[in-house]
């Protein structure tokens, strides 16, 4: 999903064509490291064999019954049959009509069971891919994600169904079940940009605009705010709720999906530019290009900017070079990595697996010193434990690197644009107040 179709994404909720959706993500703790992949997913027996266990159906149960108990109608996407029955199980166990749907069930039975869901007869409903498209129960309030994916499609599939306008529907609540992050699994923060790794609670909408029209930098290009908490239920299950689908996205500003495609540690550093940092001062670098002598297409291109190692040097970095060029940005971002890789130290440069358990860490003093000295007056000041180290660096990266300078000037071009458009709207409603027969008043909002 890219930036322009999560911008249509939300246009559409904004227009009342989709419900809106508020989301939460669940730490199952499953552990998919030996599960094969298969056609771009996982292999769906060792998948249902790592997910399908007491423990994790006991906590998609009670992540329900703790987040959506009031939903009336909540569809649950499950691995196989076998996951499908022993979730179902689970949900009866604590009281709960919870009934299924296979590949195999007679259609007569399907009829009946999808005809009494859609009257709210019984509250849960679970599957394995039989309504991942193409199918239409708008009264769904509430979708549970139990089975862990690296398909996009498949996770904009899920979603999508509870997307669709019901009468009294305000939005539906999407719980995503996420499973061990380093195994490349893709989940609704991933989706749309944000790194799941780094877990964020309940963003209040009211705060998160006034955060925006202050421009308060560190708010505003990513999830930093101390306002941010991971919420803990009994000391075992970890939830991150996302109010709307406005917060998970505005909370991810300029970091594109990236984060999705990539398991190194890239940070925005302005529209469409990315950097990749190690600790000797080398970093990489993807940008968004015009067309030149190489492709004649606007493409991505990657630089690498090495450690000038000559004693009594000039300068402490070389001059940048072009390393790779791509029509696409996923391209792009693979041949970084491969190049990264071979270049750079992994345990600087990379966000996921034990040589990144440094970024779960504290901030250090001289980080937090940094980044106090531009937070704005008045805001109390963080403490080493407010943050953690990765966080830290990544923001100290965007503003070493302009990305303050652009954003605040994004925020603007986007202020200037707000105001014509309420200029626009003024003169308008004014000509039709008039009533003013055919004649044309010529209206400069520039």
Same mark, same amino acid.
């Given at each position: 999903m890219c930036a322009n179709e999560r911008r249509d994404y939300i246009e559409m909720i904004k227009e009342h064509w989709l419900s809106n959706v508020i989301f939460t993500t669940v730490k199952s703790h499953a552990d998919l490291s030996s599960v094969k992949l298969t056609a771009g997913d996982f292999q769906t027996k060792a998948l249902s064999e790592a997910v399908n266990t007491e423990k994790t159906n006991l906590i998609t149960v009670r992540s329900w019954l703790t987040r959506a108990r009031d939903r009336t109608s909540t569809l649950v996407f499950c691995v196989?049959?076998? =996951?499908?029955? &022993?979730? #179902? !199980? *689970?949900?009866?166990? =604590?009281?709960? !009509?919870?009934?299924?749907?296979?590949? *195999? *069930?007679?259609?007569?039975?399907? &009829? #009946? *069971?999808? !005809? #009494? @869901?859609k009257a709210r007869t019984f509250p849960v409903l679970l599957n394995c891919g039989v309504f991942t498209e193409g199918t239409d129960i708008p009264n769904i309030d509430c979708v549970v994600l139990a089975r862990p994916t690296q398909s996009r499609n498949l996770l904009i599939q899920m979603i999508g169904r509870g997307m669709r306008l019901f009468p009294g529907k305000e939005n539906c609540h999407i719980i995503d079940m996420v499973a061990t992050l380093k195994?490349?699994?893709v989940t609704t923060p991933t989706l749309f940009g944000l790194d799941p790794s780094e877990m964020v609670e309940t963003a209040d909408p009211t705060r998160l605009k006034q955060l925006r029209e202050k421009k308060e930098t560190m708010d505003a290009m990513s999830v930093f705010d101390a306002d941010f908490v991971a919420k803990q239920? =009994?000391?075992?299950?970890? @939830?991150?709720d996302y109010d709307s689908i406005y917060d998970l996205i505005d909370s991810s500003v300029g970091e594109h999906s990236i984060r999705a495609t990539s398991t190194n540690a890239w940070v925005c550093i302005g529209q469409d530019k990315y950097h990749l940092g190690d600790k000797s001062g080398a970093f990489l670098t993807i940008e968004a290009a015009a067309s030149d002598s190489f492709l004649p297409k606007p493409h991505w291109t990657v630089r690498y900017t090495g450690k000038n190692f000559e004693k009594r040097a000039a300068t402490p970095l070389l001059r940048p070079r072009v390393v790779a060029r791509s029509e696409t940005f996923e391209g792009a971002v693979h041949a970084a990595d491969t190049f990264a890789e071979k270049t750079m130290t992994h345990v600087f440069i990379t966000r996921v697996g034990p040589a990144a358990a440094w970024r779960g860490r504290d901030a250090t003093p001289g980080q937090v010193a940094i980044l106090n000295k531009v937070r704005n007056r008045g805001r109390e000041e963080m403490t080493e434990a407010d943050i953690t180290r990765g966080k830290a660096a990544d923001m100290l990266t965007k503003l070493k690197f302009g990305a303050k300078g652009a954003w605040s000037k994004a925020n603007a071009l986007k202020l200037k644009q707000q105001k014509r458009d309420v200029l626009l709207r003024m003169v308008r409603s004014r000509a039709e107040g008039l009533g003013v027969g055919p004649l044309v008043r010529s209206v400069n909002v520039s």
């Open positions: 196989d049959v076998a =996951h499908i029955i &022993s979730l #179902a !199980d *689970t949900f009866r166990g =604590h009281g709960i !009509d919870a009934r299924y749907v296979t590949g *195999t *069930t007679k259609r007569g039975t399907r &009829s #009946a *069971t999808l !005809d #009494a @869901f195994t490349g699994v239920l =009994h000391g075992r299950i970890t @939830f991150t």
